[in-house]
C-alpha cells in the first residue's frame, strides 16, 4: 500500500561530486526494507506541477537509522534543480512504499553487489542494515567510479568493512586503475559462481555491469537489478 506522508527536509549535503544527499525526517512508526524506495513529492512553492514535482529515489539510509536519507546525481531537469534549492527545514511529500531489491534471506550464499555512481544508493542500506543486525551473510561490493571524488559514501564502507568480518569492500578507481574487466572480477570474487549478484544504477550501467557479470562467471538466474529512473 502506498502512503503519503509529510516529511521535513533537514537537510542536504554533497557525498560525492555532482552527487546531492537529502535527509528527511522519518515519520513516527515508518518501517522499510534495507534496499526499498520511495517518492519525494517537492511543494507548490517551487513551481512545480504534478507532471515534474515527483521522483523515486531509494533509501541511501537504513531501516534502523533515525533519519531517512536519499541521493541523486545531479542533473538539469526541472525537479533536480528545484530539490537542490529547497530551503531546510521545507515540509515535503514522501510516497512509500516500492522494491524488493533486498538482501535474499539464505545466509549461506553469498552476495555480491556490483555498481557504479548513483547505483550505490540502495546498497548502502543494505550493507549498513546488515552490519547492525551482524547477518552471517558474505558480501562483497566492487564500486566502480572514475575517481575517489565521484565515489559516494567511500569513508563509510571503509568504515563498515572494518566493523563486519563479512563484508569486503573492492572500490575501483577506474581513471588510475582502468575500468573494472570481467578477469579482475573472477579474480576477486571467488565465490561468483555460487552467489546471488546484485546490480543497480541507471539503465546503462546495470546493462554493462550484467554482460561484465556473466562473462565472469556469475550465474544468470542469480542476477537481481534494480534499474533507476532518469539518467
Known sequence: MVTHYDVRLLHKKEVAEH???????????FEYRAGQFGDIVLPASTGLDE???KHGFSFASAPFEDT???ATLMR????????????????????????????HK??????VFITSGIGITPVRSIIAQATHEQARHDITLIYANASRAQTAYHEEFVQLAARN????YL?????????????ALRSQVSKLAAAIVYLSGAKSTI???????LQAGADEDQLRTEEFEGY
Open 207 to 213: 546493462t554493462s555491469m550484467r554482460a561484465l557479470a
Open 68 to 70: 531517512l536519507r536519499m
Open 165 to 168: 568480518p563479512h563484508f569486503l
Open 51 to 53: 507532471s515534474h514535482n
Open 19 to 29: 552527487t546531492l544527499e537529502f535527509t528527511l525526517e522519518k515519520p513516527q512508526g
Open 171 to 183: 572500490p575501483v578507481f577506474t581513471q588510475a586503475q582502468g575500468p573494472l574487466t570481467a578477469e
Open 106 to 111: 539464505n545466509a549461506d550464499v553469498p552476495a
Open 76 to 103: 538539469p531537469s526541472k525537479f533536480k534543480q528545484a530539490a537542490a534549492q529547497v530551503p531546510d527545514g521545507t515540509v515535503v511529500g514522501l510516497l512509500a512504499l516500492w522494491g524488493s531489491f533486498t538482501l
